[in-house]
């Protein structure tokens, strides 16, 4: 699969200025020294090619705002817990830890004949800053100088649900129900990975 890095990056970045937040253009500058623009979604699941990560974002940021339109339609007093500025953010956001972690790599592979051949793709490594997924993300964020809210920290924390240690699970029940945007990304970022992402 390819994508077009370049539309994908310029409807990145004013999608990300729309909200007009203190720092944009710091964090923006931030994300292209990481190289995010460039990095896969994952080494063989979904958009595991150059740009996908972005792909995958902008999709999940499609995702969350059709999400947040249903919510409000079947239930109207949800539009002050779910605003939009930071359903952007959140779903933008919430995959930057991918930044710096895919190394290009040749892999063998079978073919449709049976036959070894050289396939390229992506490995994982964690050693640049070996952080937790999600709050690798808030990190880099905060690190950039980006004005960031509690309840979108919590929905890039948590984007990933029930992936955490066994002690934490209470945690996340705390925060969807605190903060429904948390939930929001959540069910965003599926929905982007296995519809969207093709």
Not at 29 to 43: I, Q
Not at 65 to 85: N, T, W
Not at 110 to 129: A, E, H, I, M, R
Not at 156 to 174: C, Q, S
């Amino acid at each position: 699969m390819t994508v077009d890095i370049e539309k994908n990056k310029q409807e990145f970045n004013d999608l990300l200025r729309s909200v007009g937040r203190e720092g944009t253009d710091y964090l923006i500058e931030d994300l292209e020294d990481l190289g995010f623009y460039d990095a896969p979604s994952s080494t063989r699941f979904h958009l595991a090619c150059d740009g996908g990560n972005v792909q995958h974002s902008l999709n999940t940021c499609r995702a969350g705002l059709m999400l947040r339109e249903q919510i409000i339609q079947m239930r109207p007093e949800m539009e002050r817990e779910l605003p939009k500025d930071s359903v952007i953010v959140a779903c933008l956001l919430h995959d930057v830890c991918k930044a710096d972690v895919y190394k290009k790599v040749v892999k063998k592979r079978k073919d449709q004949y049976g036959n070894w051949v050289d396939v390229k793709g992506f490995d994982v490594d964690y050693s640049n800053f070996p952080m937790g997924h999600g709050e690798k993300s808030v990190i880099v964020v905060l690190r950039s100088g980006f004005d960031i809210h509690d309840d979108e920290m919590l929905a890039i924390r948590w984007h990933m649900g029930f992936t955490e240690p066994k002690e934490l699970y209470g945690t996340i029940g705390i925060a969807y129900k605190k903060y429904p945007i948390a939930l929001l990304a959540h069910e965003a970022d599926l929905e982007a990975t296995y519809f969207y992402d093709i």
